[in-house]
């Protein structure tokens, strides 16, 4: 599965970059990175949710659930469950506490939906006691070392995880293992060869601790599989059904300021619903000749003459009856005219 959309996800890179920049979300300057086979959570969710136009939108139950929670901004930023917190590297219960190991108490963003315990999270399919590569992204490169620990026989899969549900030897160390690909890119990651526990049957967790030797810095990921014989198949992504029907949210476009070849506008997102929305996406057709140069407090995206803006992760949740507005900048040619614009809620 990995490697069938990693042409989509190739394509999408440079936009997802880009995106990242005008939203203004700057990464930290660190080590980041997150199993990509066998697959974490972030990750996962982030391929169920890719779209041809660059916005991210989750089919999977347990994806759209940790969106809910947490918003938009982890899925663009899948490879930096990290935490800096720790006196030395590597640190387990000492730093992470029980029941916020998903999202390993991450002081980069907020991972705390991917704690929850859902039976509906994407998994991949694996054979008890069988040797399979590992492949761990690199968004970020650094010397270090990963483990992969996993739960025990009968854990108990309705609570989130704690470190009393892991085995306390890690079943597979790696240290400095080989790469491939250029850092910064979906395509590269560290990988390395693991023998799988045996005895295993059904629904466990796998969990990566990347301790970096270079800083006290540590990523880590939760990776949900289940042992029935699978060759490392994955399941759960898009195949929860379409996504709800979307709702209608309003969207009133006005134009601030002008000066000769440009203008900057203002778009006002609110939600005339009586529940709260999750997310907003809104999407207009620019006149010939009309390009957008910059753009602050939402996602954007243009595809030929349809330019689309989405949420940015921190206004993605409206109240019922609240509002938002993103601003942009653009160049034409001739007049500037307001166009029809539309607005969903997904």
Partial sequence: MRRRRRTLRTALLATLCALAATVLVAAPASAHGAMESIGSRTFLCYEDGLTSTGQIVPQNSACQAAVASSGTTPLYNWFAVGNRSGATSGETSALIPDGDLCSGDSNYYDFSGFDQANANWPK?????????QIEYNKWAAHPGTFSLYITKPGWNS?????????????????????????????DSYYYWNATLPSGYTGYQIIYSIWARSDSTETFYGCSDVDFDGGNGNVTGLGDSGPPPNPVAC?????????WPGGFQASVTVKNPTTSTMYAWTTSWVMPDGETISSAWNGTLSQAGSLATVANAGWNNVLAAGASTSYGFTANYTGTAAVPSISCESP
Avoid: K, M
């Avoid at 991949?124 to 399979?132: P, R």
């Fill in 158 to 186: 309705s609570q989130p995880l704690t470190w009393a549900d892991l085995e306390p030897t890690p079943f597979s160390t790696a240290t400095n293992p080989a790469s491939v690909g250029s850092a910064g890119s979906v």
């Fill in 124 to 132: 991949t399919h694996l054979t008890s006691g069988s040797n399979i």
């Fill in 250 to 258: 309003s969207a009133t476009y006005s134009i601030t300021n002008s």
